[in-house]
């Protein structure tokens, strides 16, 4: 069996739009005008979605505001009760000691029997007063009231003291404490009461609220200054990896090797594995173009030479010469169509539906063979659908022109394989094993009566290669021709 390039009718078939450029982009006659000189304006203007520095301050700030808020609050209103409360228990124990220090005279009316410590309840307008009012008696005032009665409640029934505001009859706004007491030697429920001015309490909240104010200020201002630390700190590993990609550029380091944190080593990874993948590339691309100048360099110099003596056999010459040429142009341009749609991404492509795709273009040219797919109903591999039918078409086709009438693909014979096999069979003489490694030469033909140019086999172990398979050939022992074992990598899961 010898080999054959893939027929226009298989590749109208698979690609009915005709060829297209390596991964999809436009001719070069398409290109706008303009548009390479344009190539750094679109680099410099790509879109972003705005500074990390900015999100994490700005988050970072928000917090801050809203948790010294919350924290403010919450501290003012505990302050606030206990200084309520201290100021409450003031004048409770002033109370204490005017109910200590209470008597009753011969004449049923209170006095005390010392007088009281705090020498605020002698000045006039201090601040700080006292009262004691009984039914069927004057009020009891403190110095400090000089003239003035407080306007106590007289319908209080408390033994214990109870708390509350009262604004005095000359607009001084006052926090009382009061309690009943029946007194010994008396009948009378006498209405004890002290009085502290809101003022001294007010001036006190006033200085906790200015500490408190200033307090978180600057405990704000030194957490935002952190915050600023932090970020520009721990954005410092991606400002070293912009300063190494920098250094590729235009120092041209190949690889980012400075050590960086766990967190973007991965990225770092990646990235290295980019540039290597994109060496890779590059250097495939100058070995495609070394070996196609080596390949038309023989034929061009025959040409030449044969012109250049004017040779009677020119006519033949430039015929045999030019078909070598078209030869070796369709074995490198089909390369470079793989190696093009490789770098576009990670494909998919269900291969029974290609092989399917495949057998109804072939059977159109070769109506008479019998073509049979068997195998897994759905197995997809890492290739792009238009290079496995190229491949396909051309060990399909090879099998329907060199076999004995029959054909059978087997669809991922080995399931349990890390590669996807598929196996394609013919009935025919088939190939002796000592020369089977032929027929992966560029032009080598074993059957030079049928039409061809002995490239199939050669393109199909190219592709194979180039997307990480391989080719084998065998002898079937079902049809007993020739088995071709085309090895394809799997897709991924997901």
Request: proline share 5%; net charge negative.
């Amino acid at each position: 069996m010898a080999t054959a390039s893939t027929t226009p009718a298989i590749r109208a078939a698979s690609d009915p739009a005709g060829e297209r450029p390596a991964g999809g982009t436009a001719p070069l006659s398409e290109v706008p005008q303009g548009a390479a000189a344009r190539g750094a304006d679109v680099v410099s203007a790509a879109p972003h979605t705005g500074s990390i520095s900015r999100r994490i301050l700005m988050i970072a700030a928000g917090w801050i505001l809203v948790l010294l808020t919350l924290g403010g609050v919450a501290l003012d209103r505990t302050l606030t009760s206990m200084v309520s409360n201290q100021f409450d228990e003031q004048l409770a124990q002033s109370l204490r000691g005017m109910m200590a220090s209470a008597e009753i005279d011969p004449l049923g009316e209170v006095f005390f029997n010392r007088p009281l410590g705090d020498q605020r309840f002698l000045e006039p307008n201090s601040g700080f007063y006292w009262q004691i009012n009984g039914d069927g008696f004057a009020p009891y005032p403190s110095r400090s009231l000089w003239d003035t009665p407080l306007p106590i409640r007289d319908d209080v029934r408390a033994v214990q003291p109870i708390f509350y505001d009262l604004v005095s009859e000359n607009g001084e706004e006052l926090r009382v404490a009061q309690r009943t007491v029946t007194l010994p030697g008396s009948d009378v429920e006498w209405q004890f009461a002290v009085a502290g001015s809101r003022a001294d309490l007010e001036e006190q909240l006033s200085q906790i609220r200015v500490i408190l104010g200033w307090s978180f200020a600057v405990l704000g201002i030194g957490l935002f200054v952190m915050a600023m630390l932090q970020t520009w700190y721990g954005l410092g590993p991606l400002r070293r990896i912009r300063m190494a990609i920098q250094r590729i550029r235009t120092a041209g380091a190949n690889r980012v090797t400075d050590p960086l944190p766990l967190e973007v080593q991965p990225m770092v990874e990646e990235l290295n594995a980019l540039l290597a993948h994109s060496e890779r590339q590059a250097e495939e691309a100058r070995t495609h173009a070394g070996n196609l100048a080596h390949a038309l360099k023989t034929p061009l110099t025959v040409l030449t030479n044969a012109a250049s003596a004017h040779a009677p056999d020119l006519d033949t010459t430039v015929l045999r010469e030019v078909m070598t040429m078209r030869r070796q142009v369709e074995h490198h341009l089909a390369r470079a169509r793989a190696v093009g749609r490789r770098a576009v991404g990670h494909a998919r492509t269900d291969v029974r539906e290609a092989a399917q795709a495949v057998e109804r273009a072939v059977s159109r040219l070769y109506p008479q063979v019998r073509f049979d797919i068997d195998g897994a109903a759905r197995s997809e591999v890492a290739i792009e659908r238009q290079d496995l039918e190229e491949m396909l078409g051309n060990l399909i086709e090879n099998a329907a022109k060199y076999g004995g009438g029959s054909v059978f693909v087997t669809v991922d014979a080995d399931p349990a394989a890390d590669q996807c096999a598929v196996w394609i069979e013919d009935d025919g003489a088939g190939i002796p094993e000592d020369r089977r490694g032929e027929l992966f030469t560029r032009g080598a033909r074993l059957d030079t009566e049928k039409p061809g140019t002995g490239l199939g086999l050669a393109i199909v172990r190219d592709v194979a290669e180039i997307y990480g398979g391989s080719i084998a050939l065998g002898e079937s022992e079902d049809l007993g021709g020739l088995l071709v074992i085309l090895n394809l990598p799997r897709a991924k899961a997901g």
